[in-house]
């Protein structure tokens, strides 16, 4: 079973490009895109573990 960067990547690389910009969550009261998401989860940043466990948790991902 896929770990949850693991699991984003392989869905995030199968998302149109126009989708990529959609507002997937809402972190801080801050709209986070899938792009956004793409950039804090790779760079392992304290937020991008927040947007990872958020995801996981609605079954995004």
């Given at each position: 079973?896929l770990?949850?960067?693991?699991?984003?990547?392989?869905?995030?690389?199968?998302?149109?490009?126009?989708?990529?910009?959609?507002i997937?969550?809402?972190?801080?009261?801050?709209?986070?895109?899938?792009?956004?998401?793409?950039?804090?989860?790779?760079k392992?940043?304290?937020?991008?573990?927040?947007?990872?466990?958020?995801?996981?948790?609605?079954?995004?991902?």
């Open positions: 079973m770990e949850g960067k693991d699991r984003f990547l392989k869905v995030y690389s199968n998302l149109p490009i126009d989708v990529r910009k959609e997937i969550v809402l972190m801080d009261n801050k709209p986070i895109s899938w792009d956004v998401a793409d950039e804090e989860i790779e392992e940043t304290p937020i991008g573990k927040k947007i990872l466990k958020k995801l996981v948790q609605l079954n995004f991902i």
